[in-house]
């Protein structure tokens, strides 16, 4: 069975989609209805029904894991962060528990995609998406200009939505673990006439969490229609609602670094302490709709618009830690009560033309398009800092404040009888995001064996922001017009199942300067520029269902912004950093029935050029790793005795890893500021899972996450805050069933 890729999408590059080394496993866990091999489709997806001319997953000189609905269902990977922390080379940070970042090479992802179309429905106010309404995820790796426009040279995420299935089809999973995890699953697809069907589902999860108080509640909810208009014309339609409950935090503290500069250290504490409040609590709602229209003018050329449009809502009430260390002794912290209520709406549209045309004896494939986004967010938030205190090793919940985001509230006398008060500040504003784009892609194959792969991208950006409270102001922003994003790859065919390739892309990232400052010669600020060079080969095995892949790239990203220290209203553009490494991956079935996916990744980022020349050769990003393993394999018998029965596991091995910043020295060698860094040696996880189907319709399988109960931290920031611990081992047990 071979595992191809729509041509369509072509070669990806600044951002395309176009993506790459591991190869998707050409079998749906869902479908089981009788279709033949899965067509997977990257970077500009159009769903598996549409487009004839096929490309070789190994043929597209990008770096991409495919993580699919089989992989999903058999990790439990229930949320994108559960999905990217299995994904090899992307690192998981970030000080909020709900509010990930997803670092790679270097950078954090922020180009997100749904079916293919650039959105910027995914930042802040967005919560991390539950999985059950997507059918898998693309994660490219290295910029992704071409078909997303503005973004960090990082990568960015596709998520491929589930589609109507061609027969009836109704299936679901009822599943029970550690900490109360209760999640209920149903899928229902059906055809209702000769192109037309629908699919619908509905997810509920509840569970507690292994560290105190915490609690989570999920819904979410989704339908699709399809209806064929003749032989060439295909419309897709559909809605999602997702409801979320859990309770927030901002992690732990760490020790502070000791007087002669020696580094902080981080807490040796139960991974069930909780600094939070037993009232925090966070509600999202976010409605999504969709529409596609896609149509096959030739054999040749297919033109495709969809649109999408997403409204976010969310309320936040919690108590935090200030951003404090304590010491060994004294664990005592300030806590800072916060309300923010937050609306976002926006709306993506692309429309794009694919096809292939004949020159010198060969086929070569063409891609145009123009795609919109925009965003409009309004923020209402309050703060009221050093209300409480709290022990760190023996954490009392403090009282709910009074809070108010919309108008000022008099003085709160500070809880623990201390006769002093404290002031809420509060705040709105407004932000609204613009961004459109023309783009353009050419596959071209002068000989056999020989592909050169070409593209650019014009985009215009803009934005403008006002504050609302306490004091209406005027509007601010600034705009980037018809900024080029260009790509370009090569691949050799050294032979029929091996390749060696070369791509090259960039990327810019809007930026503003802090308020008060600008640049010496009064210009508007220059976005930040990343560019990558990446070499790699690939190999199929195994008849096209094994695929390995390697890589090694570079990526520098200049125009870095820092405040002058000599001039308070000045800022400089000298930044200068670096990231590289070497991936390499394997994907596919070792034998029948018998898959691996995983890689290894090697990054190394550093600081080239700052205004603080201590940082100079220092690691841009030290919490991500030098060396990480993320690999996951599953047997599933195919006949014989042990027929239905699979066994599988996971293993997860970062090397030694460190956040924060060094102590600051005068000049005679004292030290004017403790170290903030804290450090984690490396560690490993390990996962271990089985199933058994009873047949078609019925089968059961239980997972056991860090089964050697490892005690190790997931993320961590600095000794401020932000530290949080991996969770200990967990069991749970999914019961799936279908029909027919």
Not at 131 to 157: C, K, Q, T
Request: with cysteine.
């Amino acid at each position: 069975m071979k595992t191809t890729i729509l041509n369509n999408v072509g070669a990806a590059g600044a951002a395309m989609l176009c993506l790459c080394p591991v190869q998707a496993f050409a079998e749906d866990a869902e479908a089981g209805e009788g279709r033949g091999p899965e067509i997977v489709v990257v970077g500009k997806s159009y769903g598996e029904e549409v487009g004839k001319t096929v490309t070789p997953l190994k043929d597209i000189p990008n770096t991409v894991t495919l993580v699919d609905r089989e992989q999903i269902q058999a990790q439990n990977l229930f949320t994108l962060e559960d999905a990217l922390t299995a994904t090899p080379g992307i690192t998981v940070t970030g000080v909020g528990s709900e509010d990930p970042s997803y670092m790679s090479r270097g950078f954090a992802i922020s180009n997100y995609l749904i079916d293919g179309t650039p959105t910027l429905s995914f930042g802040f106010p967005a919560v991390v998406p539950d999985l059950f309404a997507y059918d898998r995820l693309e994660v490219l790796r290295g910029p992704a200009g071409l078909f997303s426009g503005s973004g960090n040279p990082a990568g960015s995420i596709n998520l491929v939505r589930k589609r109507p299935l061609d027969a009836l089809k109704l299936q679901g999973a009822v599943g029970y673990g550690s900490y109360q995890n209760f999640r209920g699953e149903v899928d229902i697809s059906a055809p209702l006439a000769k192109g037309v069907a629908v699919r619908a589902g509905a997810m509920v999860q509840d569970q507690d969490q292994f560290f105190d108080v915490a609690h989570r509640n999920r819904l979410t909810l989704f339908g699709v229609g399809k209806v064929d208009i003749g032989e060439r014309t295909t419309f897709t339609f559909g809605a999602n609602y997702d409801r979320f409950k859990p309770a927030i935090q901002s992690g732990l503290p760490g020790i502070i670094g000791g007087a002669d500069g020696s580094d902080g250290q981080l807490l040796d504490v139960p991974r069930s302490t909780y600094l939070g409040a037993d009232w925090n609590r966070l509600r999202s709602d976010v409605w999504s709709v969709f529409a596609d229209l896609t149509h096959e003018i030739s054999d040749r050329w297919t033109i495709r618009a969809s649109g999408l449009y997403t409204d976010v809502e969310r309320i936040d009430v919690y108590s935090y830690i200030g951003n404090q260390p304590i010491t060994p002794t004294n664990g005592l912290t300030s806590h800072v009560a916060y309300r923010g209520d937050s609306f976002m709406k926006s709306h993506s549209f692309d429309f794009n033309a694919v096809g292939s045309f004949p020159a010198f004896g060969r086929d070569h494939t063409l891609i145009l398009g123009f795609d919109y986004q925009d965003s409009s967010y309004q923020s209402y938030f309050t703060r009221l800092s050093n209300y409480a205190r709290i022990d760190v090793y023996d954490p009392v919940s403090p009282l709910e404040p009074p809070l108010d985001p919309y108008g000022p509230l008099p003085p709160y006398p500070v809880q623990g009888g201390t006769g002093q008060t404290v002031t809420q500040n509060y705040g709105g504003s407004d932000t609204r995001i613009a961004q459109y784009g023309a783009y353009g892609q050419l596959r071209f194959s002068p000989v056999e064996g020989l592909t050169a792969i070409g593209g650019g991208r014009l985009t215009w950006w803009d934005t403008d922001t006002q504050t609302l409270l306490p004091v209406l102001s005027v509007k601010k922003g600034y705009t980037i017009e018809a900024r080029f994003t260009p790509y370009a790859g090569l691949v050799w065919d050294v032979t029929k199942d091996w390749n060696v390739y070369a791509s090259y892309a960039d990327s810019f990232t809007p930026q503003a300067a802090p308020a008060g400052r600008s640049r010496p010669d009064g210009k508007q600020i220059e976005p930040l520029l990343g560019a990558q060079y990446e070499l790699g080969t690939k190999l199929s095995l195994m008849d096209d269902r094994l695929l390995l892949s390697a890589a090694a790239y570079q990526i520098e990203q200049t125009n870095r912004l820092f405040n002058d220290p000599d001039d308070a209203t000045v800022v400089l553009q000298i930044g200068k950093v670096r990231a590289r490494g070497f991936e390499a991956e394997a994907a596919g079935e070792i034998l029948p029935g018998w898959r691996i996916n995983g890689g290894y990744s090697y990054t190394r980022t550093k600081y080239l050029e700052d205004a603080n020349a201590t940082f100079e050769g220092l690691p841009l990003v030290p919490i991500i790793p030098k060396h990480s393993v993320k690999l996951f394999t599953n047997y599933k018998a195919p006949a014989g005795p042990l027929a239905g029965l699979s066994l599988g596991g996971g293993l997860t091995w970062f090397s030694s890893t460190y956040g924060g910043n060094p102590a600051v020295y005068n000049a005679a060698g004292g030290v004017v500021t403790r170290s903030s860094i804290v450090r984690q040696g490396g560690y490993a996880v390990v996962d271990l899972r089985a199933g058994y189907e009873f047949d078609e319709k019925i089968s059961l399988s239980v997972n056991v996450n860090n089964v050697l109960d490892k005690n190790y931290y997931a993320r961590i920031s600095s000794t401020g805050r932000g530290n949080y611990f991996g969770s200990p081992r967990t069991v749970f047990a999914t019961l799936r069933f279908a029909y027919p």
